[in-house]
């Protein structure tokens, strides 16, 4: 029995963890807090079983240049034990529908499009959509209100934190290779 609720402040602590151990790097967990301090956690939700906390998605605001904001998924684990049993699914259908009640009206990924094609998203460049990371078709977009997505309106930015700890990180290898 999976339940899955909006974090609570309690809650933290078990999120960095579950990010830490379902990534290489601590860079999601550590982009999530970064994200929650900044206030722009716009809809963080976990997933409980058996009484614990075993998966986490994140969505923050993401904008194209003219302004629009929408809604940007990232990161999402679940802890290995409890993997393909459709958490995953059941938190990104819950965090989408989250942010529509938020006032989103779109919603961008950047993953495997196998994967997310079955809630909707489609490939952003078909739409005239990019992201800075040269995502190509793996950049994905969703029209959560009809008729709401910038259409051709080129690149779309993710929150300034993701730009942060992408530096941190590059920033880290060099020095790991320098030394
Ligand atoms: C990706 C992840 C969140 C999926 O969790 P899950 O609860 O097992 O997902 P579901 O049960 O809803 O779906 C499982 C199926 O979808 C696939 N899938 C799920 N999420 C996926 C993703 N982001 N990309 C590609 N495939 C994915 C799984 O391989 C599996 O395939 P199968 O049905 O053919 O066996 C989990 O594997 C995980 O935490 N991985 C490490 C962190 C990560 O890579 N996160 C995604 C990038 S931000």
Redesign the pocket.
């Known amino acids: 029995m999976v339940l899955v609720r909006t974090e609570q402040p309690g809650d933290c602590r078990a999120i960095h963890e579950?990010?830490r151990h379902?990534?290489p790097t601590n860079i999601?967990a550590q982009l999530v807090d970064a994200l929650r301090a900044a206030g722009r956690l716009s809809v963080s939700l976990i997933?409980e079983a058996d009484q614990r906390i075993v998966?986490h998605?994140a969505f923050s605001p993401v904008t194209v240049t003219a302004g629009h904001v929408g809604a940007g998924?990232?990161?999402?684990?679940?802890?290995?034990a409890?993997?393909?049993?459709?958490?995953?699914?059941?938190?990104?259908t819950t965090g989408l529908r989250a942010c529509r009640a938020a006032g989103f009206t779109w919603a961008v990924?950047?993953?495997?499009p196998?994967?997310?094609s079955r809630f909707g998203f489609l490939p952003g460049p078909d739409f005239g959509l990019t992201d800075e990371y040269g995502g190509g078709t793996a950049f994905q977009v969703l029209e959560l209100a009809p008729g709401s997505l910038p259409r051709s309106a080129g690149l779309v930015r993710y929150a300034h934190e993701f730009q942060f700890l992408t530096e941190s990180s590059k920033a880290a290898v060099t020095s790991t290779k320098k030394g």
């Open positions: 579950i990010h379902s990534f999601e997933a998966g998605i998924l990232a990161p999402i684990s679940v802890e290995s409890y993997r393909r049993l459709g958490i995953a699914a059941e938190l990104v990924v950047l993953g495997d196998r994967y997310y």
